[in-house]
């Protein structure tokens, strides 16, 4: 026979909800089969043992809550078409089952209105997640349902992030562990220089991710709010007067703004012909303040997820909500930095340069930022008006998507990036400056010479892999050919050790 949809997507079909992310597609067929489809999603056929006990909206919502991705934005458009009573009769036929629990409090919890249910609910707290599944938050007992509500956020902003075979093992690598084996390997001195050169650098490369240039004073501003990172109580950092003080901080003072957006902006960019090309509309203005709430409650209801986790929710929470027409891209990457200094994962003084390594990785950051905004472009509907501004005009089938997003790629993006960049970027700058000192000290010996220009041969030696270039030899006409040739030979035996 056929496969029939189950799950996610019958309901999908049975409420004509379209465009709707499902990254576990489940169908019921003759036998069990699992593919990885071509967007990455799992689709799975059951064999006719595991089909829905009803060919109905309840049963295929048991059958998405045992076998499917959680999808909270989908299970809201479900939701607000399912009939209350057919909810009300499931529950009446077990009002003490673990599911019929599940999806009375998700119910409750994703549409604010409380069911009106006249038979008692008994039995032992079940956990709303399962943890094998799932990053949980910390838990708040519901008594109503008997639930251990252990989702990482509040009905106002809410991820899920899912624990694919990737993320584990990503989470499970000791970023500690390998901090701590630099640190070992080379002195407090080097390690302390090395810090001042990368905060410097960070800022820098996260102004560079937005094709920007900032003024000398505005990178000094930078860096010392990147030094505040994890100092301020989170709901001070997170506070709408204190973003703007940021905002302003680091944008050029034209586009400053006295606070969260009042009106509907997107990214996008204009083609040759002068058209508008739109990659993300972001929420509506009237969703920004309750999001902003519920990102900062999500910190808390996150507290002891791992640090890295934590750091993607924040950061790529901030950067999809986007309070600010401008300089939303440099807040998102300063709350990586305050979430992990926050969290312990880098101590105070010490910063980890992810922006450095995005840069010179942009396709892997526009690909995890596109992971999020593609679905919603196709399924948000907007008008533009005479005078260029854009309106949402479906706000009710696309909040959800705003509130419950799913930051699995984003999770695993952010702990692949912390990793190499730590393997990477900071074990090359202190590479580079306990071999640069020990340069510096052979090659003073060969001439001695002012430190300035002995520091410009160094720099044109380094950036050209240790052969001197001609086209600089001419700056440094008191330099004979051979003591060239000696400069390279010193350099190339000291990093190649």
């Known amino acids: 026979m056929a496969s029939q949809k189950a799950g996610s997507l019958w309901l999908a079909a049975n409420f004509e909800l379209t465009n709707y992310r499902i990254t576990h597609r489940s169908y019921i067929g003759t036998r069990d089969k699992i593919e990885l489809a071509h967007d990455s999603s ?16 309840m049963g295929h919502l048991e059958f998405m809550l045992k076998y499917d991705d959680l999808n909270l934005d989908l299970l809201a458009a479900v939701f607000r078409k399912l009939e209350e009573q057919e909810l009300l009769n499931y529950i009446y036929e077990s009002p003490s089952g673990r599911y019929s629990r599940r999806i009375g409090y998700l119910y409750e919890w994703l549409t604010n209105r409380k069911l009106k249910i006249t038979h008692e609910v008994s039995g032992n707290y079940t956990d709303l997640l399962d943890t094998e599944r799932y990053l949980t938050g910390k838990i708040i007992k519901n008594a109503r349902w008997r639930i251990n509500d252990n989702l990482l956020g509040v009905p106002a902003f809410c991820p899920i992030i899912r624990k694919t075979q990737a993320l584990k093992v990503l989470l499970a690598k000791d970023i500690r562990n390998e901090i701590q084996g630099l640190k070992n390997d080379y002195s407090p001195e080097i390690f302390q220089r090395a810090s001042q050169y990368l905060y410097r650098k960070e800022t820098r490369s996260s102004y560079e991710i937005e094709s920007e240039k900032p003024s000398p004073d505005r990178v000094d501003r930078f860096i010392t709010i990147l030094y505040q990172a994890g100092k301020q109580p989170f709901s001070d950092v997170m506070a709408e007067q204190n973003l703007t003080f940021l905002q302003n901080a680091i944008v050029d003072p034209r586009y400053a703004q006295p606070g969260f957006r009042d009106f509907q902006n997107y990214i996008g960019q204009t083609n040759y012909r002068g058209e508008e090309i739109y990659h993300y509309v972001c ?12 990102l900062t409650a999500t910190e808390e209801k996150t507290l002891g997820t791992p640090e890295v986790a934590r750091a993607a929710i924040i950061a790529f929470g901030f950067v999809f909500i986007h309070p600010f027409l401008d300089g939303n891209g ?21 910063i980890i340069p992810v922006s450095a390594h995005m840069l010179q990785n942009m396709a892997a950051y526009d690909t995890v930022l596109e992971d999020y905004s593609k679905p919603l472009m196709q399924r948000v509907r907007f008008s533009i008006s005479a005078n260029g501004d854009l309106s949402i005009d479906n706000p009710d089938d696309v909040s959800p998507y705003f509130r419950y997003p799913d930051l699995t790629m984003q999770s695993e993006y952010l702990a692949k990036t912390i990793f190499s960049t730590i393997q990477e970027d900071l074990f090359e700058e202190l590479f580079f400056l306990e071999r640069y000192d020990e340069l510096k000290k052979e090659l003073q010996q060969l001439i001695d010479m002012p430190d300035k220009r002995l520091s410009d041969v160094i720099m044109y030696l380094h950036q050209n892999k240790g052969i001197f270039p001609n086209r600089r030899k001419k700056q440094f006409e008191e330099i004979t050919e051979p003591e060239f040739e000696a400069i390279e030979s010193i350099y190339s035996e000291i990093f190649s050790r």
């Open 42 to 57: 799992i689709e799975q056929t059951y064999g006719p043992k595991y089909a829905p006990k009803t060919d109905t909206a």
């Open 283 to 294: 929420p509506p203005p009237n969703m920004v303040g309750s999001l902003m709430t519920g």
């Open 330 to 350: 440099r807040i998102h990457r300063f709350l990586i930095h305050d979430i992990l200094t926050r969290d312990g994962l880098a101590e105070q003084g010490l």
